[in-house]
């Protein structure tokens, strides 16, 4: 099985950076395509940014490229996902996800304030 667990978030001031974190706690025999995906205040889940199993191949939504870089260490079971520039429309749980949905993490708050 599959246990997603997010870290990393907290408050933030706009322009400034974060780096968040999923571990894979769970027993797995390989690695799976993952995303992240985030819910901002009063609003839907928004896709943000994908990654293929083996890292070789990433997709960022529109709002988020050229900021938003993500990556994976396979050897640590870790999927990362590095904020930069953030703005206030950043604002958001952000949550880690296989590709098909299937196992989610229980999300981390990422809170961009002056």
């Known amino acids: 099985e599959i246990q997603l667990e997010e870290s990393g978030g907290g408050l933030v001031q706009p322009g400034g950076s974060l780096r968040l974190s999923c571990v894979n706690s769970?027993?797995?025999?390989?690695?799976?395509?993952m995303s992240w995906v985030r819910q901002a205040p009063g609003k839907g889940l928004e896709w943000v940014s994908f990654?293929?199993?083996?890292?070789?191949?990433?997709n960022n939504a529109d709002s988020v490229k050229g900021r938003f870089t993500v990556s994976r260490d396979n050897a640590k079971n870790t999927l990362y996902l590095e904020m930069n520039n953030l703005k206030f429309d950043d604002t958001a749980i952000y949550y880690c996800?296989?590709?098909?949905?299937?196992?989610w993490g229980q999300g981390t708050q990422v809170a961009v304030s002056s």
């Open positions: 990654i293929s199993s083996s890292g070789d191949f990433t």
């Open positions: 769970g027993f797995t025999t390989s690695a799976q395509p």
């Open positions: 996800a296989t590709d098909a949905y299937e196992y």
